[in-house]
C-alpha cells in the first residue's frame, strides 16, 4: 500500500486597506484672547484695563452680548503661580530684572525671595463694581475682530502681591438672552476660552517697600506736605515737591504721569484716590 503526500494548497492572503477619513475637530467660528494694559508695573488699586478680544474665523455674520460685570457670559479665572524650583546648589542667584530692590516677575532671585505659593482668586461678586453696565449686543463680520475694554477688578478681586495666571471663558449668548439682531446674523452661542496671559500684582506695601530703589533707579524723587489738619468735606491743600538726583534733564508730564494716592492704616488704597 502506497502513501501518498498531499501537496500544499497554496493561498493568497489578501490585506485590504478600508479608506478612511480623518477626524478632526471643527475649528470654533469664535476665538477669544486677552490682553492687559501696557505698563511695567501693576498695583493693587490701580484701574487696570483688561481687553477682550474677539475673532470671528467664520463666513457668517455673527452675533453674541457683551456684560461687563453680571458674569452671566463671562469669567475670569486668576491664579498665582507657586514658588520656584531652587537651584540645586542651594545657592540664591543673582537679582536680574529691572534694578536691586525692584521685584522683576523674571528674576529668579526675586521669587525664591518672596517665596508666594499658589492661589485661586475669587471672582468678584456678581453685580456692579463700579457701576452696573446694562448688556449689550455685539455684531461680528465675518472675518472680524472686535476689541472690548473692562477692568481687571471687575472680574476678579485683587488682594495680594504675586504673579498670576489669567485665563478668560466667554459664552455668546446664554439661553436666557434673547439679543435683538439684524436678519440672516447668526447667534454665537459657544463659549471661547482664551490663552492665559501674566500678570505680576503688587500690593501696596510691597509696592511702597520698593521706593527708595525705584528713586535711586529713576532718579527722581517726590515727597508730599500737606498744612494743616484735613476735615471731612473740606478742601485738601497739599505741596508736592520734584527733585532731580541725576545729572541730566528728566521731562515729566504733569499730572499725566503722575497719581495722587489716599492709602488708610492697613495699606489699602481708597477707591477713588487714583488721581
Known sequence: MSSRTQAPIPFLLLVLLLPFERITAAAPPVTLSLSLSDRKTHVIGDATELEWRFSNH?????AFMWEGCCRINGRVEMKR???PIPPKAGALP????FGPGIYSPSCLHCRLERQKSELDVDAAPMGPATAHMFARPIRLMPGSIENISSLLSNWVLLEESGDYLLTGNYLGVHPKQSPQMPKGAKLWTEIATSDPIELTLLSVSDYLAESQARIQRRGLAIEVNRAGRVLPFSDLGITVSISNRTSSNITLHWPGQAEFWVVD???????????
Open 94 to 97: 543673582r537679582h536680574s530684572g
Open 265 to 275: 492704616s492697613g495699606n489699602r488704597r481708597l477707591a477713588d484716590s487714583r488721581h
Open 81 to 83: 503661580k507657586g514658588p
Open 58 to 62: 467664520s463666513d457668517n455674520l455673527l
